[in-house]
């Protein structure tokens, strides 16, 4: 029997070269299927995050729960710290039993929270509800297993393309979100009472059908050959090969390089794990936590309280927030979309560090004149979307950097372990504290917060271009080998 026609058993190698299958692929109906019910992690992030943003004033107002502003931004602290909670389970079970698997299970926990949240009845209760909606769709669940997947099954000279459209996908949920806030909180339809009730049904309804979308995506050949189940990953490549070309397999180019020598275990040891990550992949290690900790402190902190800056500094009510939120997302999605090219031609180290400086200076630019008194709702808005069409760019790319850059055996668990210590340091703390600063009404206050965002991003690109990671065009077995292979 041929070595691809077996399972093989632990603690023996297998030589393989599904890697170099994989990669030399050209791009195709099925990976944009693949990018398509992947890319709706983001999306529902993304409606998320919107929801609870455009609904901030009447979830305030004795219509929705009477929470204070101070309680609307700890809920979303609430959301954020059940997916740091969900890194460390979810992103260590991804890489132990599979990307598959875990994308099924997280969206199912994201559909049934955020359905529950809709019958929230008072502050602990949608606190509690959100922090379980955080543990499913944040980076702990669907993140870990939702990069892992797409990186491993799209070819190595667009990855980087792919990886920036998939993550970029949180802005068209941004976008579905404020145009489903904004019929809900128009009274036409429902009645204020319930409105808000019903937006959070929409996007559990929307996790329901994205499960079922997910269930004709593959497990990742990759990982299925760490566990010596090279019989079902070779059928997985066979099938991925004749519908990319067309049922003409014959016609592929030849896969490039040497085989790839791995030696089966059943998972990879906690000390395997934490010496890769402290020992040889420190410095690595150092620049995925920076460029995490600054993205998610600079989105956390502008999106979660948007809706909040527009109530108290410009009047904006609650009917008007949606329509203020929709703009900045479509310029958001529309950066990756535009740019993410770049990212796979220029490169990674160059731009990233341009992304990063670029959306720092420019929103210490905006701070300026709003601390000023310059801009208005309007204007603010204008600003905030020149920033994030380059600043979503350079937000997927912190994703893009740390599932690149380390081994297959805990890439997932790398992923979640990022975003967890980012999202604490950064993201936990960013809506507390603008929750804070706008209950000052002080304009001077909250620009130098909006000022302390832009300086975590301008040393993020300062340390990508000093020691960053060119991984453009790569395999991801060459830019850190499996610490299985032999």
């Given amino acids: ?58 979830l305030t107002s004795p219509q929705g729960l009477s929470l204070t502003d101070a309680q609307v931004t700890a809920a979303a602290t609430t959301y954020l710290a059940g997916a740091v909670c969900g890194a460390l389970l979810f992103g260590y079970l991804t890489d132990r039993l599979g990307r598959k698997r875990l994308f099924l299970v997280t969206v199912a926990t994201y559909s049934l929270a955020t359905l529950a949240s809709a019958f929230s009845w008072n502050f602990l209760s949608f606190a509690i509800l959100r922090s379980v909606t955080g543990i499913g769709i944040g980076i702990g669940g669907e993140y870990a297993a939702i990069n892992s997947a797409v990186d491993e099954l799209i070819p190595g000279r667009i990855r980087g393309t792919v990886d920036l459209i998939v993550n970029g996908t949180f802005w068209v949920g941004g976008a579905v979100g404020s145009l489903a806030s904004i019929y809900l909180l128009s009274g036409h339809a429902i009645g204020g009472e319930h409105s808000w009730r019903f937006a959070f049904a929409i996007g559990g309804l929307l996790g329901i059908v994205i499960f079922f979308l997910r269930l004709s995506v593959p497990e990742s050949p990759r990982w299925l050959m760490l566990r010596g189940q090279e019989q079902r990953a070779d059928d997985i ?39 890769n990550m402290l020992g040889e992949n420190r410095q690595r290690t150092y620049l995925g936590l920076i460029l995490m900790v600054a993205q998610a402190f600079f989105f956390n902190a502008v999106f979660f309280s948007y809706g909040l800056v527009g109530k108290t500094f410009f009047h ?22 535009t740019i993410g090219r770049l990212f796979d031609t220029v490169g990674r180290k160059k731009m990233i560090s341009i992304t990063y400086g670029c959306a720092g200076l420019l929103l210490a630019a905006t701070a300026v004149p709003f601390a000023m008194g310059h801009l208005g709702a309007k204007g603010v808005g204008i600003c ?43 993201g936990v703390g960013a809506p507390l504290l603008f929750g804070l600063l706008i209950q000052t009404h002080s304009r001077l206050l909250l620009a130098l917060g909006y000022g302390l965002g832009a300086l975590l991003m301008i040393a993020a690109a300062i340390c990508e271009a000093s020691f960053g990671v060119e991984a453009a065009g790569k395999s991801l077995e060459s830019i850190s080998k499996p610490l299985q292979s032999s």
């Fill in 1 to 58: 029997m041929s070595t691809s026609a077996r399972t093989v058993p632990n603690g023996q190698t297998l030589e393989t070269r599904i890697p170099a299958r994989l990669d030399r692929l050209p791009w195709s109906g099925w990976h944009l299927r693949i990018l398509t019910a992947l890319g709706t992690s983001w999306l529902l992030d993304g409606l998320e995050v919107t929801l609870v943003g455009s609904l901030a004033g009447i």
């Fill in 237 to 275: 490549v066979q099938n991925i090969e004749s519908k990319a070309s067309h049922n003409q397999p014959d016609s592929l180019p030849k896969p490039e390089g040497d085989p790839l020598k791995i030696k089966v275990r059943d998972h990879t040891p906690w000390r395997d794990i934490f010496g």
């Fill in 316 to 337: 904006v009510t609650d009917k008007q927030i949606p329509w203020h939120l929709l703009p900045f997302a479509i310029a958001s999605f529309l950066g990756p979309l």
């Fill in 384 to 426: 905030f979307s020149i920033v994030f069409l380059i600043a979503s760019s350079a937000a997927s790319a912190a994703y893009l950097t740390v599932s690149e850059i380390f081994p297959l055996e805990l890439r997932a668990f790398a992923i979640a372990v990022f975003y967890a210590l980012g999202t604490l340091v950064g």
